[in-house]
C-alpha cells in the first residue's frame, strides 16, 4: 500500500510540474518573407484542407467605353490550412472583427451594382467553393 500512494504522490507531482511550465512562441520572418494586399478572396476546401487564394483586380477597357470590358483578376497568394487551422482562423477573425467594429462601428460592404438594372438584395455571405 505504501508504493502506491507514493506512486500516486509521484505522479500528482510530475502533474503538477507540467501545469507550471510555459511556452514561449517567438515570430520569425524569413528573408523571402513579403507582404500582400489583396482586395478579395476566393477558394475552397475538399474533405483534407481549405484553400484561400487572394486576389487583386484590374479593369481593362476594350475599344468604346461601353462595348466590352474585362477585369482581370490576379491571384497574389494561396494558403492552404488544415481544417482545425482554417476554423481557428475564423475564429480569429471573428474575434478581430468584432473588436475592430466596437472601436469603429460596423463595416459597410461597398459593392458596385449595375445603373441600368434595379438593385438586386445582397447575399451577406459569399460562395466559394472548390478550388481556384
Known sequence: ????????????????????????IEFVKPENFRQVYAIGAAG???????????????????GDASESR???????????LSPVAALELSRWLTQHINEYES???????????????PAKPIDESTDIQGYI
Open 103 to 117: 472601436v469603429f462601428g460596423p463595416i459597410a460592404r461597398a459593392i458596385p451594382r449595375p445603373r441600368k438594372e
Open 70 to 80: 474585362v477585369i482581370q483578376r490576379r491571384v497574389e497568394t494561396e494558403v492552404i
Open 1 to 24: 500500500m505504501t508504493e502506491d500512494i507514493e506512486s500516486r504522490d509521484n505522479i500528482e507531482n510530475a502533474a503538477s510540474r507540467k501545469v507550471k511550465r510555459s511556452i514561449t
Open 44 to 62: 475552397g476546401h475538399s474533405p483534407y484542407d481549405f484553400r484561400i487564394g487572394f486576389y487583386n483586380d484590374t479593369p481593362k477597357i476594350f
